[in-house]
């Protein structure tokens, strides 16, 4: 198990912390140095990520609280779900008649759906599915996933093997 820092996208080069014009804020390049430091070690003093950036331990702590605070980022511990006893992955496209939101809503509400996306293309929604073995997978996409109003059909792609996972996307 690891710490991981998971952040937005969205930079600013003037430095500014405002939002951009998407609504998401605007990181300065003290910010995405502070989430790379984080990145690396997820349990960085601040003193240490301070040193790196240039910025007191006081002025570290505050802005990574403020990038907590803003959803910038989330600092949490990592796990393999293999070691923790999900044996089974799967990433199940969903076609939906009408309104994807309320499908949408319902699939984050699940606790085996680890990451939902609306999409374009083949399928309208992807969700990645951990579960604990093939049964546990089963029921819940024939007895929740499908039994949703508005779901069309799905289509499952079995993990058979894991081998890259990395939440590092979030500065470069």
Not at 32 to 43: F, K, S
Not at 64 to 80: C, E
Not at 117 to 138: K, Q, R, W
Not at 154 to 172: A, C, D, I, N, P
Request: glycine content about 8%.
């Amino acid at each position: 198990m690891h710490s991981e820092v998971v952040a937005s996208r969205s930079a600013d080069p003037k430095g500014s912390s405002s939002k951009n014009g998407s609504g998401a804020p605007s990181l300065d390049t003290v910010s995405l140095a502070i989430i790379e430091q984080l990145q690396e070690d997820g349990r960085r003093p601040y003193a240490a990520i301070g040193k790196a950036v240039g910025l007191s331990e006081a002025a570290v702590r505050q802005r990574v609280q403020k990038l907590l605070d803003q959803g910038v980022m989330q600092i949490v511990a990592v796990t393999d779900p293999l070691t923790v006893g999900f044996r089974r992955q799967a990433m199940v496209g969903i076609n939906v008649e009408g309104d994807l939101d309320p499908v949408a809503d319902a699939l984050t509400g699940m606790p085996e759906c680890e990451y939902v996306v609306m999409t374009a293309g083949s399928f309208d929604l992807m969700v990645e599915v951990v579960c604990e073995d093939d049964d546990h997978l089963l029921d819940v996409i024939n007895k929740r996933i499908r039994a949703l109003p508005g779901v069309r059909s799905t289509e499952s792609f079995v993990y058979l093997k894991l081998k890259k996972q990395t939440y590092m996307w979030g500065t470069r």
